[in-house]
């Protein structure tokens, strides 16, 4: 069963950048689309971005112009650079992989943005 942990979060002042990591057990070629969510404390978890085998990205309205996804294949790897980071962007953020019917999800990676 391939497993994916992220790694990267941390404190982070307003208008800061962070970059997360989510590195895959195998390859990460197995899975059709690949993306990060992010759930904050008492809010359900929200789609933040989006990347297909092919490198096609989505974006929700909130984070674009200031969050990019990106792919390494030869690393296993998917990253989320966040720049311009704002205080609403606090959350814990996952990982998550369609792998045929089913979908994984990593652990989480706290994010806060705080002066």
């Known amino acids: 069963q391939v497993q994916l942990v992220e790694s990267g979060g941390g404190l982070v002042q307003p208008g800061g950048s962070l970059r997360l990591s989510c590195a895959a057990s195998?390859?990460?070629?197995?899975?059709?689309?690949m993306g990060w969510y992010r759930q904050a404390p008492g809010k359900e978890r929200e789609l933040v971005a989006t990347?297909?085998?092919?490198?096609?990205?989505n974006y929700a309205d909130s984070v674009m112009g200031r969050f990019t996804i990106s792919r390494d294949n030869a690393k296993n790897t998917v990253y989320l650079q966040m720049n311009s980071l704002k205080s609403e962007d606090t959350a814990v953020y996952y990982c998550?992989?369609?792998?045929?019917?089913?979908?994984?999800w990593g652990q989480g990676t706290q994010v806060t943005v705080s002066s």
């Open positions: 195998g390859s990460i070629f197995s899975f059709k689309i």
């Open positions: 998550a992989g369609a792998l045929g019917t089913a979908v994984i």
């Open positions: 990347i297909t085998a092919g490198g096609s990205a």
